[in-house]
């Protein structure tokens, strides 16, 4: 059974930080690209981190302030976030495609999903 499991979520005054970390089981993780996105109320779930076969990629949005990481040994994926602004309030999720997709920037790339983890950014 497959399972990412978010955590690291809270409140935070705007210009802080959080680390979001989302845990893998189930999976050869290092067979999957694994990804960050995000989905505000009332909005669609947007992009915003993944690998590519060399580097890393970031929504426009978050570019220059969230780093995305992983340590497979750990099985573990994780989301540096700093600089954090109102607008970033959202639910974040985790999500785990084939390592196989070059450009892993749709929600219908992702073959799995965690149960999200709130981020709250206060003015």
């Known amino acids: 059974q497959v399972q990412l499991v978010e955590s690291g979520g809270g409140l935070v005054q705007a210009g802080g930080s959080l680390r979001l970390s989302c845990a893998a089981s189930?999976?050869?993780?290092?067979?999957?690209?694994m990804g960050w996105f995000r989905q505000a109320p009332g909005k669609e779930r947007e992009f915003v981190a993944t690998?590519?076969?060399?580097?890393?990629y970031y929504a426009d949005s978050v570019k220059g302030r969230f780093t995305i990481s992983r340590d497979n040994a750990k099985n573990t994926v994780y989301l540096q976030m700093n600089s954090l602004k109102p607008e970033d309030t959202a639910v974040y999720y985790c999500?785990?495609?084939?390592?196989?997709?070059?450009?892993?920037?749709?929600?219908?790339?992702?073959?799995?999903w965690g149960q999200g983890t709130q981020v709250t950014v206060s003015s």
């Open positions: 690998f590519t076969r060399s580097s890393t």
């Open positions: 999500a785990a495609a084939d390592r196989s997709t070059l450009f892993a920037t749709q929600t219908s790339q992702y073959a799995y």
């Open positions: 189930g999976i050869t993780f290092s067979g999957y690209r």
